[in-house]
């Protein structure tokens, strides 16, 4: 099992939730919450209004989002999903847990309590340079008071 971050459309309540619960593609199983450690970078960008955290340390904010363990079918579906590595690369970040339900390994128990855990998120590099003046955002949703509602694959 990985450990993965999602701050934008998989999270629950969001448009794109319905894949991380569909068991077809793999399984999913929340953790809890969090934020990066380091500050990044999450603009909504593109005529799909796609949230995006771009891959530059130290800009930024800390970015909330939801802890998942996730099996090898669900990585491999979610770097699909994600474009990777071409629109979204998956690379390794430190995690702030702030708020944990998982149960596993004492190991992980541990990391959990010590508050911080390693985790794949899909960031990109690969971006247009405007992108990096569009508003930052701490936390992603797609009916927030941004105004930018994420248009669904089904729909563009």
Not at 136 to 143: A, C, F, K, Q
Request: hydrophobic share 35%; glycine share 10%; with cysteine.
């Amino acid at each position: 099992m990985a450990r993965v971050f999602v701050y934008g459309t998989l999270k629950k309540g969001q448009p794109n939730y319905k894949h991380m619960i569909n068991t077809a593609k793999g399984l999913a199983k929340f953790q809890g919450r969090g934020r990066t450690v380091e500050k990044y970078p999450l603009v909504i960008a593109g005529k799909y209004n796609i949230p995006y955290m771009l891959n530059i340390p130290g800009t930024g904010h800390h970015v909330a989002g939801e802890i998942y363990s996730v099996d090898d079918q669900m990585l491999q579906f979610l770097d699909e999903f994600e474009g990777c590595p071409d629109m979204y690369q998956r690379t390794l970040m430190r995690i702030e847990v702030m708020e944990w339900e998982g149960k596993g390994s004492a190991g992980e128990a541990r990391a959990a309590a010590e508050g911080v855990v390693e985790c794949f998120v899909y960031s990109t590099t690969t971006y247009p340079p405007e992108w990096v003046g569009l508003p930052y955002h701490d936390s992603y949703d797609s009916s927030g008071k941004h105004g930018l509602s994420y248009v669904l694959r089904e729909s563009r």
